[in-house]
Each structure stands twice: as structure tokens, then as C-alpha cells.
């Protein structure tokens, strides 16, 4: 259905289509309005999901882990300190192999206390066993909560989409937001094999010793880095039943740019208008936008950027003591100058103008902060 | 995925932890029970239980498993009857 | 000798590594034997769990699930909500913490819990400390109790905090059953459990549960000194409905002292030159608990 909607709204009204059974989560600026308009739904009995109310994310997040180990549908969603204080239990979801689909309106962290948007908060769960999705606009960000539901509960392995908070989340754009039939022609309903079933009375959560634990982790690992494949496939179904794209990676400008600029998040709109304006100078410069942060699409990348020489790699986070944590990915597999820019920190606002600064600043040195 | 994280029920009954027992056993003077299963109450390994067979007195009596019994003699501690006395045990 | 082999009947299977005598093991799986098989329970992190849930094994005949140490309420809250949406009113849930997961570093979760009225027994094995980890003080911790990180010194003389009322807690929250009891009453713990299963919304059961090593008591003491405790008046077994006390254990009220002796966790008190004055000084003191129990609820 094509309408005009803000950000949080669009998001729950896909959730909704999706018929999750149980939501819960603990209001946090910028994610607000998304929660609301869940509750809101429910209220006028236009969602069948229980609505939980959470008296912590702490809670939130063991809520939905509860409730798809029951093998029902769940969704929660958070931001910032949220998100950090739910860390321990996102952390366990992933290691216990729980499907389950959450939205990052992603947000500065403390301190000091900033509620403007940056991509620091949901970096804390990169290591932790996540599939995590970066979409640029609201249609995106929709489209990768249906796809990521899908993959997860194909994959065992739960998915975080991001969308940059106040930015996105409180932005009103024309969108087609697909009703609960068509999703179901793409999203089966959730399976789940070892779920709490008194007719099959299994434990989870057992405890691992140095015996077992090993393997165990492994398997997570492997799994996060061949689900790429069953990721790809699914954008490839999707734009199918839903004719739009989805792609792991999306390179825009010129095929031939001996500098490409590389980002995740809706800043992609501001760098390719950038861009866009550089090329009609007769600047040769490419943009590389990352959808799938994890699992990491290396070869994809190697690919899109086997002409670059140059590598701009601009950053709205950072692994303080070290750069850029898009950046450090980057040189993990690329051996060409890779220059990590930390802009946008706690809401900065990121310029045309800035990325043309970062265009030209991009032989200098490994790290640049760049405030204005 | 391969490796099942789930675990199916009720599969430490492969442990046999009779083998912790250091000293003593219970032995079970089948005349003497009730039938109250006071004992079956206390175990805390769950394995006193009554065997569905009579005694002389008509009462159904209770035996314990050894293949799992820690030795802790809660069992004689709390028989009403002292139909239960930890025996030294000849290993 | 011969041996009889077990039936293997009770929900939760033998094998397990609880240690002889354990007094949290008798009442879990009394818990689960008076519960029945349509229950799912969720667990803290603890002895509860480490020692019944070693991969790739497990004690449990019921579906089991453990997340981490301070959340089996909200994991149970989101099972609760799995089951209404399913419209499922047959299946109950269980809750299960031990007295650090419950009263400290879980009590925000259940307090939540309470205050949605879920549809959860939560039952807490209170053993007075984290006695798991090796005896260290929790908010269950009574007066003068040596654990690990209370030890009784020359400037000290053991647990300088008292035992929070989690009674009184869970009270405040105005769930429709709050409840105590002990393994040294195993039918207790049977009617209690069927009764707290009978009703709809948030239940809370507290069982006294001994720890041999961690208390310093003989495998076959865990009956008796649960017993003495509630018979002095230090442990009171109590039940509330929607607020009222409807039931509770009257006690023949033996000296406080009488369950304190044996147990190696209270010995400072009693042993030792220091000790004898200011030790025996504390008694008194702990026996003022006792007889507060004994008047506040009335169990003489």
C-alpha cells in the first residue's frame, strides 16, 4: 500500500504485516514512536501480537528471547543506552540460536548523554553473533525487517536492522508499506524445531564446558559468515514478490574512480548528491553503500572496489583507541589506502560540503575526525 | 547448523552417581516399612521409591538405587519406623 | 547386595551433580512432581541449573530454559505472552531463582513481572547466599552469617546486614499468592505448589532450601535444620492471598540457638575467647528476629 508515512510508523506498520506474536519493549528516544504506534495498533484492534510492557530493554529482550524460544514470532526494538543495557542478553539470544528480528534507531551513547544519531550503539553488538543491516532510507529500512525476519528464522541466527535515528525515524516519506498477505506470500510462518513444547520437553540453555563450548561458538561464527549466501538469495526472492532491490552491497558513480567513498546509512543520500556534484566538475569519484554489515560481504567488496586506489572511509562511530570501525573492516580485507573518517558523531550534521572535504583529504593521513 | 544445542530431557540418569558415595549405604529392612514414603520425599537424587511389592504386614515397602545414591542417610533420618540404617559399605 | 533399579518417575532425573543431602534439589523436584508435566520453566543461573543442565545432558522431563542470571522472570513473561497468543490456558509456567538471582540482581525483572500480574509461579530456593560461586553474601544473607565475602575477623563478626523481606516485596505488588515454606516440609511444598498452580496471575513461593557445604551442616541435617528454623520462629512459614495472611505453620518455639549450633556458618558465634562475649552477644539479637517473626505472625 503506497502511502505517506514517518519513519517509526512505517517500520511498525511493516512489523505488524509481518503478524509477530509478541512485542515488548522499554521506550527509548528515537525509537519511540515505533513502539507507540505498535501499542496504538493493538489498542484499535488492528494487531493480533501481545503487547508486553517492559519495565527495562533488560526485560524487553528476555521477553521476545522467552517468547521465540516458544517458536512465536517476536520483535522488540531500542536505541542507545538500550541497547547496551540489553548487550547481555542480545549476546545470549544469538549464542542460544534464537531467530528474532530488532530494530536499532541508532543513537550517540553516554557519555556524555547525546540523543542525536550516530552509529556507536549498535557496534557494540558486532562481535556478539548478530546479523546486522544498514538500511538508507525508510523504504529500505521497511523492506530489510521482512527480509531479515526471513533470513533469521532460515539461518537461526537473530537480525538487527539500523536506520539512523531522528534522521529516519521522524522523517515523513512516501512509502508502500505491503499488507499481511503479501508478506506471507515471501515469509512463512515461524518454525521452530527445538522450541519449549511440553509434548517434546527439551532443555536450552544448558551449560557448556571447555569441552563442548568451543565448537559450539565456532558453529556461530560459520553459520554468520556463510548466512551471506542465504541473504543474497533472499534479496533476490524478495525483489521477486516485492519488485524493489535489495543488495548486500550498492556502488553508485563512477565504475572507473580511482577514489571511492564507503558508507552505511542514510548519510548515503548526502554523499551521492556530493558526489553527484564532484562528477560535474569532472571529478572521477565512485560511492560504495554497504547494506550488510555483518555478515561482512568481503567478496562483494573486493569486487566493487578491485579499480579504487583511494578508500574514504567515513565512519558515524568509532572504536575509540583505534578509527573507524568501517574502516578497520576495510583494511582487514583491502590492501590499498584506506582512510577512516569519523564524522556525524552525537548528531553532527554531515554537509555536502564536508564530503567534499573528505574527497580531497583522502591522501593524507590513517584517521581524520571531521567535525565540520 | 549442526550441532543441537537442545538437549533431550531426563538424560543425566546415564551418570551414575552411586560412586560418590564414601562410606555407607542404606539398607531397607523391607518388614519394617510403612508404606509412607517419607523417604522417597527426602532423596535428593529421587531414587527411593516403592517397589509395588508387599511385605508380611501387607504394607507396600520401599527400596533405594543404589546406582545412584550419594550416601547422604536423609532417608534414615527421616523414617518414622528406623526401617532405614546406613550400613558400612565393604568396597 | 541386590540392587532395585529406580523408575525413573519424578520429573526431574537422577544423575545430577547436587551435592549429597542437598536441600535445593529435594524441593525442586517436588516442585515439579506436584506442578506436572504441562509446566515449562525457566531458570537463574545457579546451582539450580549448573548442577542438573550440564550439555549434552540434562536432569529435566519438563521444557526447561535457561537465559541468564537475572532474568527467568521476563524470559517466563515472554513464555506467558507466547501462550495467550496461542490461547493456550492449559500450559503453566514456573519461574525459578535462587535467593541472589531473586533478591538482587533479578529483583527489577520480577518486580516487572508483578506489576503485569503474569500468569508465573516464580518460586525462589532461598539458601541465604550465592552459595554457588563459593558462599558469597546476598540480600538473603541473615545477621552474622560467615559467607565468603562476610567472613567473621577480628573486626567482624560475620553478615553486618540483615535479610531483606522479600515477602514484604512481593506483597507490595499486590500479586494474588505469596507464600514460604521449607524442604524440611516436603508436603508443604506439594499443597502450596497446587494451590499457587490453581490461580491466575503472578504467585511467589519462597523455599528454605539447606546447603550442606555452604551452611556447614551434614548431608542428613538438611531436613532437621530447616525444621528448627521454622520451629524457633527464625523462618516463618506463612501464605498470603490478595494480601491476607490465610495460612501459616504454628511452632512449638524452640530457642533461636537450637538451629543456629550446627551449622559450621554461625560456629564464630559460639566458639573462640573473642567470641564469647561479643558472639554470645549476638544471640540475643538474632533471637529478637525470631520472636518479631513469632509475634508479627502470630505463629505461637
Redesign the interface.
Known sequence: MKTILEGSMAIAETVNACKPGVVSAYPITPQTHIVEELAKLKADGDADFEYVLAESECAAASIVQGATAMGVRSYSATSSQGLLLMTEVLYNIAGMRLPLVLTDANRAVSAPINIWNDQQDVMVIRDAGWIMLFGETVQEVCDLHILAYKVSEKVLIPAMVNLDGFVLTHVVEPVDIPGAKEVKAYLPDYNFKERLDVNNPLTLGAFATPEYYFEIRQELHEDLVNSKKIISQEMRNFKKVFKRSLNLVEYYGDKNADTVIVAMGSVLGTIKEAVDELRKQGKKVGVLKIVSFRPFPEEEIIKALSKAKNIAVIDKSISLGTEGILATELRRILKKNIVSFVLGLGGRDITKEMIKKVFVSVKKEKLIFLGR | MKLPLSVKPGTTSKVKTGNWRPLEYPEIDHEKCIGCAMCERACPEGICFSTGLKNKSGKTFFEKDLDYCKGCGLCEHVCPVQAIIMKEEKK | ?K????????L???????????GM??AY??VLDAAG????V??ATGCS??T?????????????????F??PS??????V??????KDEK?KVIAIGGDGATFDIGL??I??MW??NDDVLYVCFDNEAYQNTGYQSSGATPLDANTSTTPPGKKSLGSKQGKKDMVAIALAHHIPYVATTTTGY??DIVAKVKKALSIKGSKYLQIYTPCVPGWGI???????VSQLAVQSGYYPIIAFENGQLTAKMKIKKIPVEDFLKNQKRFKHLFKGERFKEEGRGEIPRIQALADENISKYQLT
Open positions: 547386595m540392587n532395585y533399579k529406580a523408575p525413573l518417575s519424578h526431574l532425573n537422577p544423575g545430577h551433580s547436587a551435592c549429597a543431602g542437598c534439589i529435594i523436584r517436588l508435566k504441562d509446566v515449562i525457566t531458570n541449573e549448573v542438573t543442565t550440564q550439555y549434552p545432558m540434562t536432569s529435566f522431563k519438563i521444557p526447561w530454559i535457561h537465559g541468564l537475572e532474568n521476563a524470559i517466563a513473561s515472554g513464555i505472552a507466547a501462550l495467550k497468543y496461542r500450559t527489577g525483572l518486580s516487572g506489576e503485569r516436603p508436603l551434614e548431608p542428613k541435617d538438611t531436613m532437621n
